[in-house]
């Protein structure tokens, strides 16, 4: 699976958009770009994934670059519960279930 | 519908014991996989079930093992506990493994070994 690289850590402000970047600049044709959240103490939380194309839906959007090599996942509106380590994994769509976790972006909803 | 179930939540254990964790997933779902996570090495793959079979290990000693019954439900065995066992166990279930669909976790089961 691609590696991916993610800022440690993120602040921000509540009711505002939190913009969540990731890099995977070694993605290949056939891997999808997911997102898991994990609020503290917790199991991880599927957010959203995407191949190429947008998504969205009712947490978050997804958004990747025409090149693939990045993207971002946006919570419109982040409220004092989102705030949580954010996964971004790079895999293989139909590849059983070993997901590579790396260290995540601590993000922080500020009030 | 109900999510993944794990039990117990929480436990403490001696070096030297052993202790069995379990795990329901969701209703419909027929592959189970396990990770481990602790402080310092994050969420770690151990191994995945499907139709009773593991199809998938991750680098773990033989002292980890699991095994999947024929409702789906999944165990997980750690023999000759260590102090750095010690960690949240995570189940995480899906319709099949290769179908495509997104794991979803439950809450994890602590351990404590002391």
């Known amino acids: 699976d691609a590696k991916t690289t993610q800022p440690p850590s993120m602040d921000c402000a509540e009711g505002r958009a939190a913009n969540l970047p990731c890099n995977h600049s070694?993605?290949?044709?056939?891997?999808?770009v997911y997102w898991y959240r994990q609020i503290h103490s917790q199991g991880p939380q599927y957010i959203i994934h995407?191949?190429?194309n947008n998504e969205t839906n009712e947490m978050a959007s997804l958004i990747i670059t025409e090149d693939r090599k990045s993207s971002t996942l946006i919570l419109p509106h982040a409220t004092l519960r989102d705030t949580a380590v954010y996964y971004c994994?790079?895999?293989?769509?139909?590849?059983?279930?070993?997901?590579?976790f790396g260290p995540g972006t601590r993000l922080s909803v500020l009030p | 519908k109900a999510g993944v179930t794990q039990t117990p939540r929480y436990l403490i254990k001696t070096r030297g014991q052993q202790v069995t964790l379990s795990c329901s997933p969701i209703?419909?779902?027929?592959?189970v996989s396990w990770y481990q996570q602790t402080p310092g090495q994050g969420l770690q793959f151990l191994f995945e079930?499907?139709?009773?079979?593991?199809?998938n290990k991750g680098n773990f000693p033989g002292r980890f093992s699991g095994r999947q019954f024929s409702n789906s439900r999944s165990e997980m065995n750690v023999s000759t506990l260590e102090l750095g066992d010690s960690a949240l166990y995570l189940c995480?279930?899906?319709?099949?493994?290769?179908?495509?669909?997104?794991?979803?976790f439950g809450e994890g089961s602590w351990l404590t070994v002391v």
């Open positions: 995480a279930s899906s319709l099949h493994p290769d179908s495509g669909n997104t794991i979803y």
């Open positions: 070694t993605i290949s044709g056939n891997e999808y």
């Open positions: 995407g191949l190429k």
């Open positions: 994994i790079v895999r293989v769509f139909k590849y059983g279930q070993n997901f590579v």
């Open positions: 209703s419909g779902h027929r592959s």
């Open positions: 079930y499907f139709s009773e079979t593991q199809r």
